[in-house]
């Protein structure tokens, strides 16, 4: 008989994983920080703010006990831009700094009235092709704008002229700044591959500064950075400018419907490795909070990032405590480590902040523009292009625009999702004449082993039911998908049907499909699901066939006494 542990030697190993988690977290969260502030132009400590106190109460008050919130890639740019446009209505940052930091205010209070609206489980009716799109635009835009900084110089104000200045600004490159930037960059790509003990960003941030103070370089620096705790904004707040209102509430719906499509499918990333389940309305509202606290210190928008999360869970990170651990570690490098912030150069966090705009890009939708339904691919396109070269709002509202247009012509009359679960062994009652009376398989296998069958379309919003309603059977080692009246599947329904194999795989289930019409199984080869999580072998034409392959195995097994053909879904 296993004895469980005592409580308190399990809350003992919680505290002691949250800890790890919580100091491994802020450190990797650290140039990450520092970057992303100076390039949003408030500076590189308004990064750190945010990190600290976004950090620290969306852990508190949020919906998910593991996820790190710090400024990231998508917010970052979104903030930029809005920081750009402010500055140049009112003529300077000074100016225009009460404007900026009320929007960010705003779109805190923006997240906040989503989660007590229940906005949250809306995230999954977004369609992939306009997702990916978004994102990839969003990397592209963040690599961009970094890499004038790369070589010394300052930012465009625009892509437009981040694109079309390069032949002016050829001339002034600074060619120490470049090299460094290139030695970063090579850091970065190349510290994962020999060890995994130090974060590759941190090893980056570290060695360029090294380098570059040792052999004096003349690169541009991050300067003097202001040390202890931030003083609160009130009079600063107070200079909110009101004459632009569509300006401010335009942007401030887009930080805060960004920062919450942002964190919820980080939060959705980190359930698959914890296996857990976040709470999308709290953690909206836990977000909306330290946005606002944010800003009210003078801090930049942020959300749930991927990077600092996943090596929180990975180091041990269980409960709150750690994203408390990580923030308090960001406040006491204000304290200790602020006097030598100002010495690291620009052109390393540019090289840290391109390889997180690398990071963004969804390869893999790039890859199957070429391969899925026409009007997706373009869908994506289209979105991508009005990401880089318009404004997020107006390119997700055209991506949402289109996709439903695209959905009614697809669907026409098709009724809504049905879906049915019920045991293999109700298939005997369901049989044709000829086939035998009894399965070959045994009784008890016949009860783990189960038949899932879809009526209607597939989507993207059916995929964490469908995971949910598998949690809940027992002992099962066999799931056959039987999608003979599902005539169509777009490529946002392949990608939650990857997730629902990769859960499956993950615990020995084997799925087999039966029955699948022609364009659904295109679908499936095109995003790669088939062959590389569902062998060819796997398919049948109908749900007999399906069975009699399944007594085959069985007496295979039997006859032979070994262990199942192996395959990428095998049975422990």
Same mark, same amino acid.
């Given at each position: 008989?296993?004895?469980?542990?005592?409580?308190?030697?399990?809350?003992?190993?919680?505290?002691?994983?949250? *800890?790890?988690?919580?100091?491994?977290?802020?450190?990797?969260?650290?140039?990450?920080?520092?970057?992303?502030?100076?390039?949003?132009?408030?500076?590189?400590?308004?990064?750190?703010?945010?990190?600290?106190?976004?950090?620290?109460?969306?852990?508190?008050?949020?919906?998910?006990?593991?996820?790190?919130?710090?400024?990231?890639?998508?917010?970052?740019?979104?903030?930029?831009?809005?920081?750009?446009?402010?500055?140049? @209505?009112?003529?300077?940052?000074? %100016?225009?700094?009460?404007?900026?930091?009320?929007?960010?205010?705003?779109?805190?209070?923006?997240?906040?009235?989503?989660?007590?609206?229940?906005?949250?489980?809306?995230?999954?009716?977004?369609?992939?092709?306009?997702?990916?799109?978004?994102? !990839?635009?969003?990397?592209?835009?963040?690599?961009?704008?970094?890499?004038?900084?790369?070589?010394?110089?300052?930012?465009?104000?625009?892509?437009?002229?981040?694109?079309?200045?390069?032949?002016?600004?050829?001339?002034?490159?600074?060619?120490?700044?470049?090299?460094?930037?290139?030695?970063?960059?090579?850091?970065? #790509?190349?510290?994962?591959?020999?060890?995994?003990?130090?974060?590759? !960003?941190?090893?980056?941030?570290?060695?360029?500064?090294?380098?570059?103070?040792?052999?004096?370089? /003349?690169?541009?620096?991050?300067?003097?950075?202001?040390?202890? %705790?931030? /003083? %609160?904004?009130?009079?600063?707040?107070?200079?909110?400018?009101?004459?632009?209102?569509?300006?401010?509430?335009?942007?401030?719906?887009?930080?805060?419907?960004?920062?919450?499509?942002?964190?919820?499918?980080?939060?959705?990333?980190?359930?698959?490795?914890?296996?857990?389940?976040?709470?999308?309305?709290?953690?909206?509202?836990?977000?909306?909070?330290?946005?606002?606290? /944010?800003?009210?210190?003078?801090?930049?928008?942020?959300?749930?990032?991927? @990077?600092?999360?996943?090596?929180?869970?990975?180091?041990?990170?269980?409960?709150?405590?750690?994203?408390?651990?990580?923030?308090?570690?960001?406040?006491?490098?204000?304290?200790?480590?602020?006097?030598?912030?100002?010495?690291?150069?620009?052109?390393? %966090?540019?090289?840290?902040?391109?390889?997180?705009?690398?990071?963004?890009?969804?390869?893999?939708?790039?890859?199957?523009?070429?391969? *899925?339904?026409?009007?997706?691919?373009?869908?994506?396109?289209?979105?991508? *292009?009005?990401?880089?070269?318009?404004? +997020?709002?107006?390119?997700?509202?055209?991506?949402?625009?289109?996709?439903?247009?695209?959905?009614? =012509?697809? @669907?026409?009359?098709?009724?809504?999702?049905?879906?049915?679960?019920?045991?293999?062994?109700?298939?005997?009652?369901?049989?044709?004449?000829?086939?035998?009376?009894?399965?070959?398989?045994?009784?008890?296998?016949?009860?783990?082993?189960?038949?899932?069958?879809?009526?209607?379309?597939?989507?993207?919003?059916?995929?964490?039911?469908?995971?949910?309603?598998?949690?809940?059977?027992?002992?099962?080692?066999?799931?056959?998908?039987?999608?003979?009246?599902?005539?169509?599947?777009?490529?946002?329904?392949?990608?939650?049907?990857?997730?629902?194999?990769?859960?499956?795989?993950?615990?020995?289930?084997?799925?087999?499909?039966?029955?699948?019409? /022609?364009?659904? +199984?295109?679908?499936?080869?095109? *995003?790669?699901?088939?062959?590389?999580?569902?062998?060819?072998?796997?398919?049948?034409?109908? &749900?007999?066939?399906?069975?009699?392959?399944?007594?085959?195995? #069985?007496?295979? =097994?039997?006859?032979?006494?070994?262990?199942?053909?192996?395959?990428?879904?095998? &049975?422990?």
């Amino acid at each position: 008989m296993i004895n469980e542990l005592p409580e308190s030697k399990s809350n003992f190993l919680h505290m002691k994983g949250d *800890v790890l988690g919580g100091l491994t977290a802020g450190i990797v969260t650290l140039p990450l920080a520092l970057a992303f502030g100076l390039q949003s132009g408030l500076g590189a400590v308004s990064g750190l703010y945010c990190a600290i106190f976004l950090g620290a109460i969306a852990i508190l008050f949020g919906g998910a006990r593991t996820l790190i919130s710090t400024p990231t890639g998508p917010m970052t740019v979104v903030a930029a831009l809005t920081i750009s446009q402010a500055i140049a @209505m009112a003529g300077s940052l000074e %100016l225009a700094l009460g404007t900026i930091l009320g929007i960010f205010l705003l779109a805190g209070t923006v997240q906040v009235a989503f989660g007590l609206l229940k906005f949250g489980g809306n995230v999954k009716y977004i369609p992939y092709p306009v997702l990916s799109g978004f994102m !990839t635009g969003i990397g592209i835009i963040l690599i961009l704008f970094q890499m004038y900084p790369l070589v010394g110089l300052s930012s465009p104000s625009n892509i437009i002229e981040g694109i079309t200045g390069w032949p002016q600004a050829f001339p002034d490159i600074n060619l120490q700044a470049f090299g460094l930037g290139a030695l970063t960059l090579l850091v970065l #790509f190349a510290a994962p591959k020999l060890t995994t003990a130090i974060p590759a !960003t941190l090893l980056a941030l570290v060695i360029g500064t090294i380098v570059s103070m040792a052999a004096g370089l /003349s690169v541009p620096l991050i300067g003097e950075v202001a040390q202890g %705790l931030p /003083s %609160l904004q009130f009079d600063v707040l107070w200079h909110l400018d009101v004459s632009h209102p569509w300006f401010i509430l335009s942007a401030a719906l887009t930080l805060g419907a960004l920062g919450c499509i942002d964190t919820l499918l980080t939060a959705v990333i980190v359930d698959k490795i914890t296996e857990t389940k976040h709470h999308s309305d709290r953690e909206l509202i836990g977000q909306g909070l330290g946005n606002i606290a /944010s800003a009210f210190f003078g801090g930049l928008p942020g959300a749930g990032t991927t @990077m600092s999360s996943i090596v929180n869970v990975k180091a041990g990170g269980r409960t709150p405590l750690a994203g408390v651990i990580s923030s308090c570690f960001l406040l006491a490098v204000l304290f200790g480590l602020g006097a030598y912030v100002q010495y690291i150069p620009i052109p390393v %966090l540019a090289a840290i902040l391109i390889t997180v705009g690398l990071d963004i890009i969804d390869y893999n939708g790039l890859k199957e523009v070429m391969k *899925v339904d026409l009007a997706e691919g373009a869908i994506l396109c289209i979105v991508l *292009v009005m990401t880089v070269f318009v404004d +997020l709002i107006t390119a997700v509202g055209t991506g949402m625009t289109l996709s439903v247009f695209v959905f009614m =012509k697809k @669907m026409g009359a098709i009724g809504e999702e049905k879906t049915f679960l019920f045991p293999l062994r109700t298939l005997k009652m369901r049989k044709p004449c000829d086939l035998r009376d009894e399965f070959l398989l045994p009784p008890d296998y016949l009860d783990q082993a189960y038949i899932k069958t879809f009526s209607g379309p597939v989507f993207f919003g059916f995929s964490q039911f469908l995971i949910d309603n598998l949690k809940q059977l027992p002992s099962v080692k066999i799931i056959i998908f039987e999608m003979n009246r599902v005539p169509y599947l777009d490529q946002s329904a392949a990608h939650a049907l990857e997730l629902v194999f990769e859960y499956m795989q993950k615990r020995g289930i084997r799925v087999l499909l039966a029955n699948v019409n /022609s364009q659904p +199984l295109t679908m499936l080869r095109a *995003v790669d699901l088939v062959p590389r999580l569902i062998p060819e072998n796997h398919i049948f034409d109908d &749900i007999f066939d399906c069975v009699r392959w399944l007594e085959e195995e #069985f007496i295979f =097994k039997k006859s032979t006494d070994e262990p199942l053909r192996k395959s990428s879904l095998a &049975i422990d």
